[in-house]
């Protein structure tokens, strides 16, 4: 699949046809999977070894969001019927708040793999 790098186009959410987009992301973070069928990608990872594992792991997200499995508003995420919620950069899950993005959340684990 070929990407393209460029300026974000709103309206579309389909991992076949997905936008990735280079921008200055906070700390820690290398890259997000929007619902709007794009990818922010730091500008500190682009040429590096790591981009495509990076870039893999997203698309497994943006393929999960196309089905229906996993969806996210500013204070939730939604996880195969489930809604959890989310504040401060963390989610609550289970009964215990994870950092987003955090290898324990079971999203993260299947696209880890």
Same mark, same amino acid.
């Given at each position: 699949?070929?990407?393209?790098?460029?300026?974000? !186009?709103?309206?579309? !959410?389909?991992?076949?046809?997905?936008?990735?987009?280079?921008?200055?992301?906070?700390?820690?973070?290398?890259?997000?999977?929007?619902?709007?069928?794009?990818?922010?990608?730091? @500008?500190?990872?682009? %040429?590096?070894?790591?981009?495509? !594992?990076?870039?893999? %792991?997203?698309?497994? %997200?943006?393929?999960?969001?196309? *089905?229906?499995?996993?969806?996210?508003?500013?204070?939730?995420?939604?996880?195969?019927?489930?809604?959890?919620?989310?504040?401060?950069?963390?989610?609550?899950? *289970?009964? !215990?708040?994870?950092?987003?993005?955090?290898?324990?959340? @079971?999203?993260?684990?299947?696209?880890?793999?």
């Amino acid at each position: 699949m070929a990407f393209e790098l460029g300026k974000e !186009k709103r309206g579309f !959410k389909n991992s076949k046809n997905v936008r990735i987009i280079e921008k200055n992301l906070d700390d820690g973070v290398k890259a997000e999977a929007n619902n709007d069928g794009s990818i922010y990608v730091d @500008p500190s990872i682009v %040429h590096t070894k790591e981009y495509k !594992k990076i870039i893999d %792991h997203e698309m497994d %997200h943006m393929k999960r969001m196309d *089905n229906g499995e996993l969806d996210y508003g500013d204070d939730w995420v939604r996880w195969r019927g489930n809604t959890y919620q989310r504040k401060g950069g963390k989610i609550l899950y *289970n009964t !215990k708040w994870y950092e987003e993005g955090d290898h324990d959340l @079971p999203w993260e684990k299947l696209a880890n793999k």
